[in-house]
């Protein structure tokens, strides 16, 4: 157990429609960062959020945004959802601002969109 | 970013050690070398990390030559359930972790 919760498990929906994915970092992390993976591209980096800002951002969609609650916290946003966009999403947490390589990561959320 | 080149898979045995080899020829001064394991469905996990020379936790141990251009992942007497994806990554805090295809690792009773 990486201390990283994400919720929910398992989410299906339809095109066009709009998800909203939760993670909750380690306690103690102030960084928060959310991947995709799907078959044919692998794991990517979307963004990165330290302690409320966006610090750091990737391959990430117009459709998709995330923010980071005072609490830490961490919600990604994706919406007009393409059938595409079904992959396993994961959250990670790391301590310090700047991007780090010790990330410690969830269980990941399953999205189907049909 | 440092490009890496890793085997896309590999089959132990239990009980064996295995050697995963990473190359990274355009590895930078201020590069660190690192290791994730990845189950299926789950998020990847850290293993190691390392710099130069040899790193070893309760995990594995990293061996790195002098001229840092290649890494090798030593997991000692594997069992079934060291079967995973192991990547490697390479780069310095504050670039943005990119993960290749990884290493398929199968353990085989």
Request: aromatic share 12%; hydrophobic share 30%.
């Amino acid at each position: 157990d990486s201390g990283v919760t994400q919720t929910p498990k398992h989410l299906i929906t339809a095109t066009g429609q709009r998800v909203t994915l939760r993670c909750s970092p380690r306690s103690g992390d102030l960084s928060v960062y959310w991947y995709q993976q799907s078959l044919d591209q692998g794991l990517q980096f979307l963004i990165q959020y330290y302690n409320g800002e966006e610090r750091a951002k990737g391959n990430i969609l117009e459709r998709f945004s995330a923010q980071q609650f005072p609490d830490l916290h961490s919600e990604l946003n994706l919406s007009s959802l393409e059938l595409g966009d079904s992959a396993l999403y994961f959250c990670a947490s790391s301590v310090g601002g700047q991007v780090s390589y010790e990330q410690y990561f969830g269980p990941g959320t399953r999205l189907t969109v049909t | 970013l440092a490009k890496t080149t890793q085997p896309i898979s590999m089959d132990s045995y239990e009980g064996q050690e295995v050697n995963i080899t990473c190359s990274h020829n355009n590895i930078a001064t201020n590069d660190y070398i690192t290791w994730y394991q990845q189950f299926p469905s789950q998020g990847p996990r850290f293993i190691i990390q390392g710099y130069k020379t040899k790193v070893t936790n309760e995990v594995a141990s990293l061996f790195i030559p002098a001229d840092r251009k290649s890494s090798t992942l030593s997991l000692p007497r594997v069992s079934l359930s060291d079967t995973a994806v192991y990547y490697c990554l390479v780069g310095e805090y504050g670039n943005k972790l990119v993960f290749g295809a990884g290493t398929i690792l199968r353990v085989k009773s």
